[in-house]
């Protein structure tokens, strides 16, 4: 095999995906409650995503961001309209997304330490691998880029024993999804932004795994009633074409002029027809109000048939993303699952993650329900 050897692949080759049924080499089906990692939200090849970017790669595929391009200002109307912030930067990825957020933190306030939180993910390039609160993204790649540390997640006090006269920033997701689906409490979210505020430290929320509907909000941070600084966004803005998004408030747009920071292939216009197309279908109130209502049927689904059985500690959910976490390690039962027709998501060791499509319907749910009871009904807690 000619690739790395970076992932811990499962045993099914893909060969094609349509809203929530990915098909494998061999024409077997699954359902996809993955969606990706959280990426595919309006699920595989949406037709009228699928028309947008069509229709743009009969217009031109690249330019450069040396040239005006009238569709990345409409993604970015789209994104700041009613938003916390006002200026976008666009990017490939999430990771890429996170590092021009740290970047401008420290530009903007000249100051270098940044606080985030144990068991959150912001990525894998030098400066969130240091923003990761996870010793083993970290392992072996030393030195780390200095000034990161971390905080207890949902405990304000080590926050405010974190800071300091050099704290650029605190940087957090507001459901830690790789950590775990750890939702941040009201209260700390709240005493957060109010510490930020009175201390003039910028707050970051990575809404890349919770933004665009995931939570049944357009950003996750909407569902606390405060509003970050600087927010970022990835995965679910592009369905599945690459593209990351660093959202800021006005006053910190003149610290990212001409020179200052840039992407060849940020803000590709490909990336931007589906993009558009995408918050035109997401960010309307009659689809988030389905979101919600869809959250709500898959919860009442694993209060009644997964959240008592034996093997599970714990179901923790907000909007359609999901954490079932377990007495013991899942990362078999997780392949046992995919054997049975049901892709999902590990976060951690114990937690299977659910990131069904939004678009996913009641029926979609009833069967993955089915599933998982299936499995999980057997195991039996051995420790
Ligand atoms: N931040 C969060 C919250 C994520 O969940 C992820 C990816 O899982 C990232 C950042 C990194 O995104 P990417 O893999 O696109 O670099």
Excluded at 20 to 48: A, M, Q
Excluded at 202 to 217: F, H, S, V, Y
Excluded at 263 to 283: D, H
Aim: proline letters at 3%.
């Amino acid at each position: 095999m000619a690739l790395f050897p970076t992932y811990n692949r499962y045993d099914l080759s893909v060969s094609q995906a349509n809203g929530t049924i990915v098909e494998d080499i061999n024409g077997k089906k699954y359902l996809d409650f993955g969606s990706g990692i959280g990426v595919c939200n309006l699920g595989h090849r949406h037709p009228d995503v699928q028309k947008a970017v069509e229709e743009q790669l009969n217009h031109y595929w690249h330019m450069s961001n040396l040239y005006k391009q009238p569709i990345q200002e409409e993604v970015a109307a789209f994104i700041t309209e009613d938003s916390a912030g006002d200026n976008v930067f666009f990017c490939n990825s999430g990771a890429e997304a996170n590092e021009a957020a740290i970047k401008l933190a420290r530009k903007v306030t000249g100051k270098d330490k940044i606080v985030t939180f144990n068991q959150s993910f912001h990525g894998r390039t030098f400066a969130t691998m240091a923003a990761t609160g996870q010793e083993k993204v970290r392992t072996g790649f030393g030195p780390m880029l200095e000034s990161f540390s971390y905080a207890t997640f949902n405990d304000i006090d080590s926050v405010k024993a974190q800071l300091d006269e050099h704290t650029a920033a605190v940087m957090l997701e507001v459901v830690q999804g790789e950590g775990g689906v750890i939702p941040a409490s009201e209260a700390f979210i709240t005493e957060l932004a109010k510490l930020c505020k009175e201390k003039e430290i910028l707050l970051i929320i990575d809404e890349i795994q919770t933004g665009i509907g995931r939570t049944g909000k357009r950003f996750g941070y909407e569902h606390y009633g405060i509003e970050p600084d600087i927010f970022t966004l990835a995965k679910g803005l592009g369905n599945g074409l690459p593209v990351g998004a660093m959202v800021a408030k006005k006053e910190y747009a003149d610290a990212f002029g001409p020179g200052s920071h840039g992407s060849t292939f940020g803000g590709n216009p490909l990336a931007m027809a589906a993009a558009k197309k995408i918050l035109e279908i997401v960010f309307t109130e009659s689809f988030l109000d389905e979101v919600e209502e869809k959250a709500t049927y898959l919860a009442e689904q694993l209060d009644k048939n997964i959240t008592s059985l034996a093997f599970v500690k714990e179901v923790r959910q907000k909007g359609l993303m999901v954490g079932i976490e377990c007495q013991e390690s899942t990362a078999h039962l997780i392949q046992k699952i995919m054997h049975n027709g049901l892709l999902t998501l590990s976060a951690g060791e114990k937690v299977i993650r659910l990131l069904p499509p939004l678009t996913v319907t009641t029926d979609e749910i009833d069967q993955a329900v089915v599933c998982l009871q299936e499995i999980l009904q057997k195991q039996k807690v051995t420790i």
